[in-house]
């Protein structure tokens, strides 16, 4: 469109970032937070802080299910459904569930749950009602208070700018190799340059992997037209085609008892021995038809679909299973979805990825400041701030300070919070958003370097705060966290009490900056030197 | 009183001149790249992805896990053409022809038509 | 452990493209490095960095593949902190990295 390849991407560099950059930075920040999510669910739920990691974790769950299924056989006898979910690593407890009956107006019953501490096998106290790390999982694809359709697709519109944006910034970047390591400190506007260029370059594959994947999470809702043309009945027959379902037995009548759980788990860990069990599922119980489904861990391979084994629970004979070989296309399909979600990931990877998502939210936060700063440096002195510069401005200061603060509302709600309170859930949710609603209603009256200084503060503040409202709300703090190995716990409070050092120093170094109102134009800094010459 | 002939077909013509002068501002010719790029790259990928998807020797299930997988490729393909190529008529029109091609043979071959 | 011989190795080898280049060899030697040298600082790297993609997709297939790409990234961040703001340390660092390459080897190759 313009006169070469690169003055055309260039210019497509900046305005892809246009609308979507501040939607970008909020998946980014609460997509980064969600690598997290079992963490933050742990941190959220006091019940659970003193489980104990199990030392034979997969040599009991055997016994666990067996357990499980005289449990559910006494309690949920008249359910259609029951559920075992096998502690793991991240998640340490036990769970034995069954369905309730089915409310008018619910897509999906909801589930009666039994917590256990799978050391004592005793029931663990009750839970408090928190969405915890499910809410910024959530948030980053499903928005929230709209339609999830909705947020989904506008979540992918942003998504494809920023992969846009990606391979027009790397079509750009000439000093690719040349200024990998460069950072210019106290340049003004070539500091972040240089801030913006290092965070992309450092992440890159980590970028276009988590962008191009993010899509392909949703790609069934984006193209449904491939399976809506190779399948006669659409969408349907392809699901059906690729989840392994039960076709032998599904339509016997009448009610059966159930065989043993043992004679199916013999044949699991026939088939897999040291199988590590995630869930075990019953549909249709004592019924004819019923099956036990039994997850296990795809570990570290890339696999998204969880691999199982389906029984007839009457005959126990096998009647479905996922493949053991993926077909290349399946393979390549399942390895994109699996590395985005980053499921397999054990710790050194997982902290990996969060650094890939942390540098993500500096690439787009330090575009949306150059963006600021280009357009201020282009109003003369004497002008007021057009529109879009205070709407640039402002956007800017509610998103990258308010997200944290607004973060730290959610934390701070869920300690302070009554444990019965009604729909105590959507009300650790409003916290968050409420905080950033006056974020954005500050940053809609002033947004001046003061202003930023303020923010940094109050953020400096609410990331102590976190920690210390901890301590003083549950039976354990920062200490004793460390000295009993509770590491999750730990690295939670430790990260906080970071990142109200790192905000104090934005606050400090944010006393000697220039107040951006007072920026003078080239033409004015001219005129003065002639001046004093 | 009635306006003379002359002033009436004198205000025709800078009707057409107003028209012809907008279509080819700046903004207008940005946002018609913008919605090719964006609304027919989209078509272009589901009309393309669809047809790969029909014509793959391989079993339908793979047919369609291929062709989603590489969909986004092909739609950020397609939109960094529509930014790349200098004449925007030739953008509108290759992209629209070959849309259109795609999606002409997918009717023949699934017997739409 | 073979986790550290790979990131190591990665580290190793940017640190290597670092001084390949005039401006990062000049901070740290305070003199330009020669034709030669720069040449054999880039081989030298490469094979480093080859060597660490080769040992992590060995060992662990795709998750090595992205726990490589997760090294190149942590590497690269280390190696702008020394060159921006420890230049100093450059040296002793490119020691200590050196040392971790052999301990980790070792040790793997002892156990």
Not at chain 1, 153 to 180: E, N, P, T
Not at chain 1, 281 to 298: E, G, R, Y
């Amino acid at each position: 469109m313009k006169d070469s390849f690169f003055r055309s991407m260039t210019w497509l560099h900046t305005w892809v970032g246009l609308l979507v950059c501040w939607l970008l930075y909020l998946i980014f920040f609460a997509g980064t937070l969600s690598f997290f999510r079992d963490e933050i669910t742990l941190w959220n739920q006091p019940a659970i802080h003193n489980v104990q990691a199990q030392t034979q974790r997969i040599e009991a769950q055997k016994q666990q299910i067996i357990t499980g299924f005289d449990y559910l056989a006494n309690h949920g006898a008249n359910s259609p459904s029951w559920r075992i979910t096998l502690p793991e690593p991240r998640i340490p407890y036990l769970v034995y569930g069954y369905a309730k009956p089915k409310e008018p107006g619910q897509r999906r019953s909801q589930f009666k749950n039994t917590q256990l501490n799978p050391n004592t096998t005793q029931e663990l106290e009750p839970f408090v009602d928190t969405k915890g790390g499910n809410f910024f999982y959530r948030l980053h694809f499903d928005l929230h208070y709209m339609d999830a359709i909705t947020a989904r697709w506008v979540i992918c519109f942003a998504s494809f700018f920023m992969l846009i944006a990606i391979i027009s910034g790397v079509v750009i970047h000439k000093r690719i190799f040349k200024d990998m390591f460069s950072f210019r400190r106290n340049k003004g506007s070539r500091t972040w340059l240089d801030a913006h260029n290092l965070s992309s370059v450092l992440a890159l594959p980590f970028h276009l992997m988590i962008t191009y994947t993010g899509m392909i999470t949703l790609i069934f809702m984006l193209f449904p037209y491939p399976a809506k043309t190779a399948y006669d009945n659409g969408m349907r027959g392809f699901f059906n085609d690729v989840t392994p379902r039960n076709t032998m037995t599904d339509k016997a009548k009448g009610e059966s008892s159930m065989v043993p759980i043992q004679s199916i788990l013999d044949q699991v860990y026939t088939k897999w021995p040291h199988a590590d069990i995630t869930r075990v599922q019953v549909n249709q119980p004592n019924m004819a038809a019923s099956t036990i489904t039994v997850l296990v861990s795809a570990g570290k391979t890339l696999r998204d679909q969880a691999p199982r084994l389906i029984f007839s629970g009457a005959t126990g004979q096998m009647v479905a299973k996922t493949d053991d070989e993926l077909t290349n296309s399946k393979a390549l399909y399942e390895s994109l979805n699996s590395m985005h979600t980053g499921r397999l990931a054990t710790w050194l990877l997982r902290w990996l990825y969060v650094l890939g998502g942390i540098a993500g939210c500096v690439m787009i936060g330090s575009g949306c400041i150059m963006w600021a700063k280009r357009i201020r440096e282009r109003t003369k002195n004497n002008d007021k701030p057009s529109f879009g510069l205070k709407l640039v401005e402002g956007l800017n200061l509610t998103t990258i300070m308010g997200l944290p603060l607004a973060t730290c509302a959610f934390f701070i709600a869920n300690r302070l919070l009554n444990p019965t309170t009604a729909e105590r859930a959507d009300k650790e949710i409003l916290a968050f958003f409420l905080t950033w609603l006056a974020v954005a209603v500050i940053a809609l009256l002033k947004r001046d370097t003061l202003q930023w200084r303020v923010m940094a503060a109050i953020n400096t503040v609410a990331c102590l705060s976190v920690p210390v409202i901890n301590a003083l709300t549950t039976n354990g703090n920062i200490v004793s966290y460390l000295m009993h190995k509770q590491w999750a716990l730990f690295t939670f409070d430790a990260l906080f009490l970071l990142f109200s050092i790192l905000f104090f120093i934005q606050t400090e170094k944010l006393r000697t900056a220039k107040n951006t109102s007072k920026i003078i134009s080239p033409s004015q800094s001219n005129n003065l030197k002639r001046q004093k010459s | 009183m009635q306006a003379p002939l002359h002033s009436a077909s004198f205000d025709k013509i800078n009707v057409i001149a107003l028209i012809v002068k907008s279509v080819s501002s700046y903004r207008v010719l940005i946002f018609l790249r913008f919605v090719i790029a964006i609304i027919g790259g989209y078509a272009f990928t589901s009309a393309s992805t669809a047809l790969l998807c029909f014509l793959m020797p391989i079993a339908k299930q793979d047919a369609v896990l291929f062709s989603v997988s590489i969909s986004i490729l092909i739609y950020a393909v397609v939109f960094i053409y529509a930014f790349s190529v200098k004449s925007l008529k030739t953008v509108w029109i290759s992209i629209l022809l070959s849309t259109g091609t795609f999606t002409g043979l997918l009717a023949l071959l699934k017997d739409w038509v | 452990m073979i986790d550290l011989l790979g990131f190591s190795l990665c580290l190793f080898g940017f640190n290597g493209f670092a001084l390949a280049k005039f401006n990062h060899f000049k901070d740290v030697f305070k003199k330009r490095p020669t034709e030669s040298q720069s040449k054999s600082l880039l081989f030298i790297a490469w094979i480093s960095i080859l060597l660490s993609l080769v040992l992590c997709v060995a060992t662990q297939s795709g998750y090595g593949a992205l726990l490589f790409c997760g090294f190149m990234s942590l590497s690269v961040l280390i190696i702008m902190v020394f060159y921006n703001f420890l230049i100093g340390y450059v040296k002793w660092f490119s020691v200590l990295s050196a040392l971790l390459i052999v301990l980790s080897g070792l040790f793997l190759a002892l156990n």
